[in-house]
Nanobody, 121 residues
């Protein structure tokens, strides 16, 4: 009933930029925190950035200054602007959101299917 669909991944050379998008759809009353996580081969999934409904953001320390998360509440969409990409940024990037499907309902946590980002040197 709720879907998160990522887009914008691809293959780029080091130093270039990419912009990821994640759109939430389905039966949605409200969306609280949304965020991006990534998982490289052989590694655990790690936090990239999060953003609240009010626009407060947080980032993994190692990514501050290069990555920017933003949100369009009217479109139930978040974005991740990734600049000065490095080969170590290569990973599957996942969208995550806490969504309530009805008024006074509890929030459930949802994941997207992921989008591959590959950065070559």
């Amino acid at each position: 009933q709720v879907q998160l669909v990522e887009s914008g991944g691809g293959s780029v050379q080091a130093g270039r930029s990419l912009r990821l998008s994640c759109a939430a759809s389905g039966t949605i009353f409200s969306i609280n925190s949304m965020g991006w996580y990534r998982q490289a081969p052989g590694n655990q999934r790690e936090l990239v950035a999060t953003i609240t409904s009010g626009g407060s953001t947080s980032y993994a320390d190692s990514l501050k200054g290069r990555f920017t998360i933003s949100r369009d509440n009217a479109k139930n969409t978040i974005y991740l602007e990734m600049n000065s990409l490095k080969p170590e940024d290569t990973a599957v990037y996942y969208c995550n959101a806490d969504i309530s499907q009805r008024r006074f309902g509890i929030s459930w946590n949802y994941w997207g299917q992921g989008t591959q980002v590959t950065v070559s040197s």
